[in-house]
């Protein structure tokens, strides 16, 4: 190869333009949009079925195979045990995941109209400050032509 790069020579050369970018990069702020910080006070959203499935079947397979510490093995025998179900045993595990939805969805109402009636409140105070502020500007503006009025 007359004239040309090395494999090697090619592959350092783009790591250290790779390296080169990211640091450029790196100095930039991203573009992306901060997101609002989450509610601590806001409810869980409820799980499904398969997981409420999955809170029991933890528990069995731990007492099966007490040696496992494997998660991904837990969740793979999890996994297979539930696709293997038919709906009517299913059905106990849908059930429960259908109570504890309808007790979030409860929760959910008065959390929203908690935080409803905090804006409102939040809302009401600002409008009260700007209506005393304006108030006292213009008792400032009577007070300044009763002066030049004296003179």
Known sequence: ?????????????????????????????????????????????????????????????????????????VGKAGGDKWKSFSDAEKAPFIAKAEKRKEEYNKKMLAYNKKSDEATKSAEEDESDKSKSEVNDEDDNEDESEEEEDDD
């Open 1 to 73: 190869m007359k004239g040309g790069k090395s494999k090697a020579e090619s592959k350092t050369d783009t790591r250290l333009k790779r390296k080169g970018a990211a640091s450029e990069r790196a100095g930039k702020k991203p573009s992306r949009k901060a997101k609002p910080a989450k509610d601590p006070n806001k409810p869980k959203r409820p799980p499904s079925a398969f997981f409420v499935f999955m809170e029991e079947f933890r528990i069995q397979y731990k007492e099966k195979h007490p040696n496992n510490k494997s998660v991904a093995a």
